[in-house]
T-cell receptor, first 114, second 111 residues
């Protein structure tokens, strides 16, 4: 089983719908991240959380919200999806107590907004 | 403004050749420079990393060259193999806090 699990792995949704991507991790890491990957743009940070009570905006947070329900769970929501949010989304974790410089990614969630 | 600029966007290399991917940064506060490798359908995974106090780090066929004065670093893959075909991302990290990734290079190693 993957250490960082994302659900769903693939989703097609309509413009204006609310969609949630969920992430859970079994690594025991304190820090969690949501990234978006687009061709030619690389990986861009949407939100990050250093612990359950800490949520921070990344480079491209507009149109997104997050919730850190527990140390192991971090969900990303699109309140009203639009086509330019079609992308590959990655959840990631890191551990500030041991090796904060290494980030571990999930396998990604493909989201298509039509 | 992109914090880390990566080139080329795509690269085709013959088996046994050398693959070279370059990255440049502006912020001198970065203190860690990793490279991530991503296979299709998978998330990126750490390949090799370097700190700015050394100019080169080698792990097997993979080498990072780091030029602090030029604010550039590069990944060299020696004796490139078809199994190395993947997308490679450079990154710059500042104080355990934020990871800034390059735009990615899609490497295709032809048999």
């Amino acid at each position: 089983d993957a250490d960082v699990t994302q659900t769903p792995r693939n989703r097609i949704t309509k413009t204006g719908k609310r969609i949630m991507l969920e992430c859970s991790q079994t690594k025991g890491h304190d820090r969690m991240y949501w990234y978006r990957q687009d061709p030619g743009l690389g990986l861009r940070l949407i939100y990050y959380s250093f612990d359950v009570k800490d949520i921070n905006k990344g480079e491209i947070s507009d149109g997104y919200s997050v919730s850190r329900q527990a140390q192991a769970k971090f969900s990303l929501s699109l309140e009203s999806a639009i086509p330019n949010q079609t992308a590959l989304y990655f959840c990631a974790t890191s551990d500030s107590l041991t090796d904060g410089n290494t980030i571990y990614f999930g396998e990604g969630s493909w989201l298509t907004v039509v | 403004q992109q914090q880390v600029k990566q080139s080329p966007q795509s690269l085709i290399v013959q088996k046994g050749g050398i693959s070279i991917i370059n990255c440049a940064y502006e912020n001198t506060a970065f203190d860690y420079f990793p490279w991530y490798q991503q296979f299709p359908g998978k998330g990126p995974a750490l390949l090799i990393a370097i700190r700015p106090d050394v100019s080169e780090k080698k792990e097997g066929r993979f080498t990072i060259s780091f030029n602090k004065s030029a604010k550039q670093f590069s990944l060299h893959i020696m004796d490139s193999q078809p199994g190395d075909s993947a997308t490679y991302f450079c990154a710059a990290v500042r104080g355990f806090n934020k990871f800034y990734f390059g735009s990615g290079t899609k490497l295709n190693v032809k048999p």
